[in-house]
């Protein structure tokens, strides 16, 4: 009971102070999510998020890195969402445990400048983009620049780093397609285009 009047009474009023507007039945739980960076962050409605979990925005991005979350997502505990330019999750998104959605690297590909503590550079830092209905299973990883299709899957423990087309289930490092899911999009139409021929 305390555990769940802190989180309601604290940690939720705490983290909406951090979001743009004002979304309705939000869910937290084990405590609020670490925010890091620049962030600006918009979330739909009924949506489910892990405190055990890491929103980071690029430091010194202009404008503010963008993080928007549709209605109805679910983000897992140990989730790593690094926003470079912005990551979108649309309706109905499902990130599982230990997800880790890397839009910026924090290090150069060049030895010396690593070395030297220098940041990215502006061709690392990228917009990943998920797709209403996509799940995202435990321990996958989306490397930058990559969209995910409506309906996707990434399997567990999979690392992303091409475009996946929507119905897609993809999995291995790299991912690739293991096959096609179902659309009940079209599936639904097929019927009742059946059904107005006969």
Not at 143 to 161: C, F, R
């Amino acid at each position: 009971m305390w555990q769940l009047l802190i989180q309601r009474i604290y940690f939720t009023p705490l983290f909406l102070s951090q979001v743009s507007n004002r979304p309705k039945r939000l869910y937290l739980y084990s405590g609020m999510p670490q925010i890091l960076g620049q962030l600006q962050i918009t979330l739909g409605n009924d949506c489910r998020i892990s405190g055990i979990s890491t929103l980071a925005g690029h430091i010194g991005a202009h404008p503010p890195a963008q993080l928007t979350i549709g209605h109805n997502v679910d983000i897992g505990w140990q989730n790593h969402l690094a926003i470079g330019h912005a990551i979108i999750l649309e309706d109905n998104v499902r990130l599982a445990g230990r997800v880790s959605l890397v839009g910026f690297p924090g290090h150069p590909l060049d030895p010396t400048a690593r070395a030297a503590g220098e940041g990215e550079t502006a061709n690392q830092i990228s917009t990943i983009h998920i797709g209403k209905d996509a799940w995202i299973c435990s321990g996958a990883t989306i490397v930058g620049h990559v969209t995910i299709g409506e309906g996707s899957i990434v399997a567990t423990e999979s690392v992303v780093t091409k475009d996946v087309p929507p119905f897609t289930l993809v999995g291995g490092n790299p991912a690739k397609v293991l096959r096609q899911l179902s659309n009940p999009h079209s599936a639904l139409s097929d019927t009742k285009d059946e059904k107005e021929t006969a």
